[in-house]
């Protein structure tokens, strides 16, 4: 029997056995130990087995591989739903990262991922049936065997598997206890308080208050989608209690429980966001409508479909966000007096991260041209922060800053050699401040960030880096549009606060040169990622070749003087030589001077052989000095300037120019700058 191998599976070049007519299991015995692979059986992309028995092929999964595999069961369990739920608790959305998708003639799908080979997690987990992680030991049929019934959806190399799903993989199937309203005995309103509390945004934004109330931390993401963290926490094995915002089957927003150890809420089971409400607020059955009307539940129905459609679109980036109303926007965002206003806080300021440079809170671009160092700058910023030192002589308060940098652009292997580079030239050794995450080939954009940071508690860490700015954009939006960057940054500021971090973005310029332009107008893009940023931050080419311009423009201080900086791989310090960009005028005062310099050392030399020589022959004087004076038309101009400089003259000796020291007069003075003459 023959197969077509696909060219992605031949790159990968994985082991393979073959399958019988109908079967799943491989025909060979010890099948996990053979040592076939494609390029051993393939010629060119054809794969041929012995006899006509055998209809498929199987890739036998080696330890750097993982495979999702998702079962559709006719009117049983779905894996499509569990893929969601794993989105919907914060976790990564496999379908979205899989860059190599292979269906199954049931529906199915087969998802593959690369993974570190100490990477083990369990085959399946009951909080998210119809789902196997198939590791070392399974296999699992190729595609286009069985006459192309197994077809690759998604063709691409696969991608590491998000490390974070393992902390999603290990929780127990949450039990659905449903408090909706048949179980209210005494509601006797038409139009349900209940159904209203479940199925609205002001159901879900009163219980994010009544949660805070009672001390719980809690993490909105998004639109009615938030994590949560009960009160007095201190096992961080997983770092959230549980989530907010699931939908029901009959359109219920769900809370989560994932914690035995909730003062609340039922062990790792789901209830109705108003049952939640009623059990913070001690409501029993019976007087849960009455206060809940009393509160303005009731007087209008949500469709339950519409609530579906609104969380989906938001989900999946599309433009169809519910928008708060006036009332939920005051809620969130007061309009206070001048007085309170100023005794906020105590009338501190927030306090500096980076002293005179960065508070936390707010967000700073880094803005350089591509290969020119900006990454290294973050590294060397990263390290010496979080041990307490110095950065291009800006320092912290504090010694024990806790700093993120996520990484888009670098393979770990990559991040891990510069990091260490960086590491080894200041002499440090080891430092638990400083976390990194990999996001190269995730396809994460901001959002999907602010979800992980969510999951992984990003309000532990002082300095938030995101490592480039271009590959969190969302889907479909242009770093050249305002209103999209100015949305964008808007995320990124919601981010910075509700981490209480500071948010360093680094970016890239615009094509061109950049000594022209002011510091805000530095950067790719629309004018908004410059505006709405806190702090602006840039490198430019100095006039002097190996050292660039750093300036800064601050919006809650006194912007930092301009410095000059100097990057020697891997290091970056700073330099005592006076900041001058790089320019057109610069740039010729600079060459000038270096031709200036050049001919009156030549001139020097020439004199000097003169001299030690003389009276020497013109001819034979050209004949010396042709190594660095190579046009007879500087020679003859440079013998001129000898002349005139009255320390040589020219003599007829036998018929035969010469041209001969004059000794004694100026004798021992340095030949002068020659003379323009045309």
Known sequence: MSFIIPRTIAEMNPRIVPIRNGKKCPSIKQWTETSHRVSDLVDDVNLEFVDDDHDAYGIVIDDHIIVVDVDVHEGGEDGYASLGMIADDGGPDLLSEAKLIVETPSGGLHLYFTKSESLKIKKTCSAYPAIDMLQTGCQ???????????????????????????????????????????????????????????????????????????????????????????????????????????????????????????????????????????????CDKGGLPKKLRENGFGSSKVNPDSLREIIDAFKSGGKRERRLTGEEIEASFPTIGFDDLVAENNGERREYIIDGLLRSGEVMNVIAAPKMGKSYLVYNLALALSTGGQWMGFKSGRNDLKILIADNELHREELAHRVKAVASAMGIKC??????????????????????????????????????????????????????????????????????????????????AQSDKSVTDVGAGAGSISRAADTHLVIRPHAEDGHCVIDAVTRSGKSPETVTGVFEYPLWSVSDIKPELKSFEAGRSQVNDKRKMETLENLRMMGEIAKEHSPISCQSLQDRVKLFISSRTTFQKYKKNLVESGEFQEVIIGNVRHLQWVSGTNAEKAPERPQNRS
Not at 226 to 249: E, V
Not at 447 to 464: M, P, T
């Open 140 to 282: 699992v049929i190729g595609p286009n065997s069985r006459g192309g019934a197994y077809k690759i959806k998604k063709d691409g190399i696969p991608s590491l598997i998000p490390r974070y799903i393992e902390d999603f993989w290990g929780r127990p199937a949450p039990r659905l206890v449903d408090y909706g309203q048949n179980d209210y005995a005494n509601d006797q309103y038409q139009d349900s308080p209940i159904d209203d509390f479940n199925r609205s945004g002001r159901g879900f934004d009163c219980l994010i208050q009544e949660l805070r109330a009672r001390g719980y931390s809690v993490r909105q993401s998004a639109a009615m989608k938030a994590t949560f963290t009960r009160p007095n926490k201190t096992d961080m094995s997983f770092s959230i209690s549980g989530t907010i915002g699931s939908l029901s089957k009959n359109g219920n927003l769900l809370l989560r429980n994932f914690s035995t150890s909730d003062p609340t809420f039922p062990s790792e089971e789901s209830v109705t966001i108003a049952h939640a409400f009623g059990l913070l607020t001690g």
């Open 431 to 512: 430092n638990k401040n400083l976390h990194f995450t990999c996001l190269r080939g995730s396809d994460i954009d901001v959002n999907g960030l602010d979800s992980k940071l969510d999951e992984i508690g990003g309000s532990r860490f002082d300095i938030i880096v995101i490592d480039a700015l271009y590959r969190i954009l969302p889907a479909g939006a242009s770093e050249n549009d305002n209103a999209a960057m100015t949305q964008l940054y808007n995320r990124l500021d919601a981010i910075a606060s509700k981490c209480d971090a500071a948010v360093i973005c680094v970016h890239h310029t615009s094509k061109g």
